[in-house]
T-cell receptor, first 112, second 114 residues
C-alpha cells in the first residue's frame, strides 16, 4: 500500500460546481497536510496547510482532515475555469522534510 | 510569482553527461528543497538544505549531489545522466528548516536526456 493515494482523475466539472478532491494515507504519524495547485508546465503553488485534524477555510477553498479515517479533502466552492489545474496533496509527520510525501495529483478541468 | 528562481528553464543533454541546475530561494528563506517530477513517479523529494547545511535526504540517487552556498543559492548536480533522469526538477524554499509545510516552488527546470 502506498503511503499517500490520490485519484489521478481526470475530473471535469461545470463552472460553479463544488469540487471535492481527496487523498488517503496509511502513515498515522502524519501531522501536517498540504494542498498544492499546479498549472501545466508551472511549479506547484501552496494553497493551504493544516496541522492535525480539523477544517481550514481560505476564500473558496476548504481543507478538511480526518485523522481517524486517514482521509483528507479539499473543497472548491463556485469553481471557476481558472481553477483548472492539477491538485497535489502532501503530508509529513512533522515540520521538517523527513518523510515528506506527495500524492500524484488530481487533474481538474472546470468547463465554462 | 513565488520569488524562487531557477535556471535554466530547459536543458537538453546526452546520456553520460553532467549538468548543474541552479536555484535562488525567496528573499529571507534559509531552506532550499529539491524535487524531481516525472509522469510515472509524481513529485519526489530529493534533498533539503538549511543555511548551508544538508538537513534531510529523500530519494536522491548517488549520481546526484547538491549544495547550498553562503549567499543561500543552491545547485543540484546530476552526473552520468541516464534517459530515465529526464524530468522536471523543482526547487522550493521555506523560511526555516522546520517549515516544510509552507514551501514556495520555483518554475522548474525541464531536463531532457537523449
Amino acid at each position: 500500500q502506498k503511503e499517500v493515494e490520490q485519484d489521478p482523475g481526470p475530473l471535469s466539472v461545470p463552472e460553479g460546481a463544488i469540487v471535492s478532491l481527496n487523498c488517503t494515507y496509511s502513515n498515522s504519524a502524519f501531522q501536517y497536510f498540504m494542498w498544492y495547485r499546479q498549472y501545466s508546465r508551472k511549479g506547484p503553488e501552496l494553497l493551504m496547510y493544516t496541522y492535525s485534524s480539523g477544517n481550514k477555510e481560505d476564500g473558496r477553498f476548504t481543507a478538511q482532515v480526518d485523522k481517524s479515517s486517514k482521509y483528507i479533502s479539499l473543497f472548491i466552492r463556485d469553481s471557476q475555469p481558472s481553477d483548472s489545474a492539477t491538485y497535489l496533496c502532501a503530508m509529513s509527520p512533522q515540520g521538517g522534510s523527513e518523510k515528506l510525501v506527495f500524492g500524484k495529483g488530481t487533474k481538474l478541468t472546470v468547463n465554462p | 510569482d513565488s520569488g524562487v528562481t531557477q535556471t535554466p528553464k530547459h536543458l537538453i543533454t546526452a546520456t553520460g553527461q553532467r549538468v548543474t541546475l541552479r536555484c535562488s530561494p525567496r528573499s529571507g528563506d534559509l531552506s532550499v528543497y529539491w524535487y524531481q517530477q516525472s509522469l510515472d513517479q509524481g513529485l519526489q523529494f530529493l534533498i533539503q538544505y538549511y543555511n548551508g547545511e544538508e538537513r534531510a535526504k529523500g530519494n536522491i540517487l548517488e549520481r546526484f549531489s547538491a549544495q547550498q552556498f553562503p549567499d543561500l543559492h543552491s545547485e543540484l548536480n546530476l552526473s552520468s545522466l541516464e534517459l530515465g533522469d529526464s524530468a522536471l526538477y523543482f526547487c522550493a524554499s521555506s523560511v526555516d528548516g522546520q517549515s516544510s509545510y509552507e514551501q514556495y516552488f520555483g518554475p522548474g527546470t525541464r531536463l531532457t536526456v537523449t
